[in-house]
């Protein structure tokens, strides 16, 4: 099995990532039953869960064909393709039109009405006034001064070798840090490297990934498998090796899903809260006769025994918050992870 660095496939996925790289045939018929026909076409080919997601996509295409016609308004052709790709519950999936977005309506719910956290008691309790911001990182030390705890919101904020740098130094003092990735919606893939950065990389497998190869449903390409970088290309300190909390809910999508699944390869890393979001597969997109475009996902991603988290990386620890203590300004998340950290033992 061939092993490469996590950065040629972060690379890899801003290829295949970009919406605006979208491409359509000359000539294509742009009435709405051939616009509808031509996105189902696509998605049938190309899109990477119909066996993860238990999806019939004939049943689909028997369910919203026969609500098209040929006299039918933008508004309407949108409504119901929306509709047909709603059915693949995945937050990577959108119908992109100069008057609109589609959006996956369980994945949303999921982030919102399932998250595992309150904003409130974290940033008045656990951050405090007194907190610090290094770039994107929200964080305060707590218990004492024994336990960093560290606030991620986005992987979209950047992270660099420096805020890393100063994040190991400022509590190099405390038993061990808390990454809070609990609503985090994903971002840059490329900030996952720059988080594993500071840990024992030496190139240990993190993961498999395939991309559809074919029209087929199950016609992929073979796994390869993501590695993290050697350790004398990443790191000039002595790797952080003190156990670390990675918190994660329902909100925490995308590439905050792909941090989760690498941690797995880390022996001082566990993860508390709730089930990731999912959101595994990385999107590709191109343009419909109508000059709409659409992305949907391409790829699939496996943990080193073959387990497909395409709808949620599960916890190790799984802590759901206990409205009775979020009313006493307590996080229960927070502390069962700053729990493990004060009694871990390698």
């Known amino acids: 099995?061939?092993?490469?660095?996590?950065?040629?496939?972060?690379?890899?996925?801003?290829?295949?990532?970009?919406?605006?790289?979208?491409?359509?045939?000359?000539?294509?018929?742009?009435?709405?039953?051939?616009?509808?026909?031509?996105?189902?076409?696509?998605?049938?080919?190309?899109?990477?869960?119909?066996?993860?997601?238990?999806?019939?996509?004939?049943?689909?295409?028997?369910?919203?064909?026969?609500?098209v016609y040929d006299d039918m308004d933008a508004d309407s052709l949108f409504s119901v393709c929306a509709a047909m790709l709603n059915t693949l519950q995945d937050g990577h999936t959108n119908l992109i039109t100069v008057f609109d977005i589609s959006r996956n309506d369980s994945v949303y719910y999921?982030?919102?009405?399932?998250?595992?956290?309150?904003?409130?008691?974290v940033s008045l309790n656990y951050l405090t006034v007194y907190h610090h911001s290094t770039g994107g990182f929200a964080h305060n030390a707590i218990r004492n001064g024994e336990v960093a705890y560290i606030r991620y919101s986005s992987f979209s904020d950047d992270i660099t070798e420096g805020y890393m740098?100063?994040?190991?130094?400022?509590?190099?003092?405390?038993?061990?840090?808390?990454?809070?990735?609990?609503?985090?919606?994903?971002?840059?893939?490329?900030?996952?490297?720059?988080?594993?950065?500071?840990?024992?990389?030496?190139?240990?497998?993190?993961?498999?990934?395939?991309?559809?190869?074919?029209?087929?449903?199950?016609?992929?390409?073979?796994?390869?498998?993501?590695?993290?970088?050697?350790?004398?290309?990443?790191?000039?300190?002595d790797p952080y090796i003190k156990p670390v909390a990675v918190l994660i809910d329902r909100g925490s999508y995308s590439a905050t899903s792909f941090f989760a699944l690498c941690t797995m390869a880390y022996p001082n890393i566990r993860l508390f809260g709730d089930y990731s979001g999912g959101g595994l597969g990385l999107p590709n997109g191109g343009a419909l006769p109508n000059g709409w475009t659409y992305r949907f996902s391409i790829t699939?991603?496996?943990?080193?025994?073959?387990?497909?988290?395409?709808?949620?990386?599960?916890?190790?620890?799984?802590?759901?918050?206990d409205p009775a203590c979020t009313a006493q300004g307590i996080d229960n998340v927070i502390e069962?992870?700053?729990d493990w950290i004060m009694t871990y033992k390698e």
Request: aromatic share 12%.
């Open 336 to 338: 069962a992870a700053s």
């Open 300 to 321: 699939r991603t496996l943990d080193m025994n073959g387990n497909n988290y395409e709808n949620g990386v599960p916890p190790q620890e799984f802590v759901i918050l």
């Open 1 to 67: 099995m061939k092993r490469i660095h996590i950065l040629l496939f972060c690379l890899l996925f801003l290829g295949f990532a970009s919406c605006e790289r979208v491409f359509m045939e000359p000539d294509e018929p742009n009435n709405p039953v051939h616009v509808f026909d031509y996105l189902w076409n696509k998605v049938d080919q190309q899109y990477a869960f119909f066996d993860v997601k238990g999806i019939d996509w004939d049943s689909v295409y028997e369910v919203f064909r026969p609500m």
């Open 110 to 121: 999921r982030m919102y009405a399932q998250r595992n956290i309150d904003p409130v008691v």
């Open 165 to 237: 740098d100063y994040l190991v130094a400022q509590y190099k003092d405390c038993k061990g840090m808390i990454f809070d990735l609990r609503q985090n919606g994903g971002g840059n893939v490329d900030n996952i490297r720059q988080m594993l950065n500071i840990f024992d990389n030496h190139g240990q497998p993190l993961y498999q990934t395939q991309i559809k190869s074919g029209p087929g449903h199950n016609d992929f390409k073979p796994l390869t498998t993501v590695c993290a970088p050697e350790k004398d290309t990443v790191w000039g300190s």
